[in-house]
């Protein structure tokens, strides 16, 4: 389902906060006067145009935290998906997570999943024992929504958000999960939404490619009611992390989970490497080697599993509380 006027949550403009009008295929802000379309009902809350000419990037450098190439890039891979036999199901664009003798958090019901068993595996390993019923949840950087859709098959949340900053994502997340969850492109630096607005924020794999990462926390807080759970998942240099954990200190979050998922996110892409459906594309098409490559996958091979497997990036798992 894509954002209406008769959604339960209210979008503002992401700029200034202001109340939306809509306006035939707009919505304007009544404050700051700034226009938002909407595509085939999906709207479009994004504040700028995101190019980043001062930086000149060689040919070998995809600039991960360019928003407009990670628009690109997660769009093309979403539309390959769904030309896809795998299209319906395809709904998960993250390593996964394999159990091994380190402590596991997930209930049952994530354990034994058909489909998409490992990437389930990990928003269950992420989730724990939480219980997300009659919660209001956002998912930022929901890519296929996969998740949001797991949850709510499996927990009665009151309100389910899903924002991407890739068109072509949430609309397939639109067209394919369509029981009360609600999707909406924007960008997770500038949230569109008013404070304190969900009890829960999932984050999975997705921050990464956050040029501001200190202002996506700043919002997170901001949209997050006093007492709210941000569910956080990706993998961090080792070097940030004592940083990163106490700017998010600062901001008012207790670190309630701190978990390292490293080993289990490596036995997850040895796996991948052999069997997923991303590692066959980019053997089959060497037109889309140019980024789907080993190290976007972070497979066997290339530089991304090479910093995990050294250490360099550890996998992180938190649950940080407002
Ligand atoms: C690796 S995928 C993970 C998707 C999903 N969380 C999952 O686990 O399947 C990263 C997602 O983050 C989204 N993304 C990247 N930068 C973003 C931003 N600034 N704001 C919102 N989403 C963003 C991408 O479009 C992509 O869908």
Known sequence: MLFTKTSPIQIVCPSCLGRLKPKNDVLSCSECQTCYKTMGNVPIMLVEKFINSQNEKTSN?????????????????????????????????????????????????????????????????????????????????????GALNTIHKYYKPQISVGLDISYENVKYCGRTHKDRLFFLVGDAENLPFLDNSFDVIINMESSLNYPDLEKFYTEAYRILNTGGLFIYTDSVPTSEIMYRES????????????????????????????????????????????????????????????????????????????
């Open 61 to 145: 450098d995809f600039q991960l935290t360019d928003k407009t190439f990670m628009q690109e890039l997660y769009n093309t891979i979403s539309i390959q998906l769904n030309s896809s036999v795998v299209a319906p199901i395809a709904q998960f664009i993250n390593y996964g997570y394999v159990a091994n003798d380190s402590t596991q958090y997930s209930q049952p019901f994530f354990n034994n999943q058909v489909f998409n068993k490992k990437s389930i595996k990990l928003l269950g390993e992420a989730i724990g024992a939480i219980d997300l019923n009659g919660k209001r949840i956002i998912d930022v950087g929901c890519g296929r929504g």
């Open 247 to 322: 700017f998010l200190k600062n901001l008012g979050f207790r670190i309630m989970r701190n978990t390292d998922a490293t080993s289990n996110i490596l036995l997850s892409l040895e796996e991948s490497s052999n069997r997923s459906f991303l590692a066959d594309k980019l053997r089959n098409n060497s037109e889309q080697r140019l980024y789907l490559n080993e190290d976007f996958l972070a497979l066997p091979g290339g530089e991304k599993y090479r910093l995990l497997k050294e250490g360099v990036l550890l996998y992180k798992i938190y649950h940080l509380r407002k």
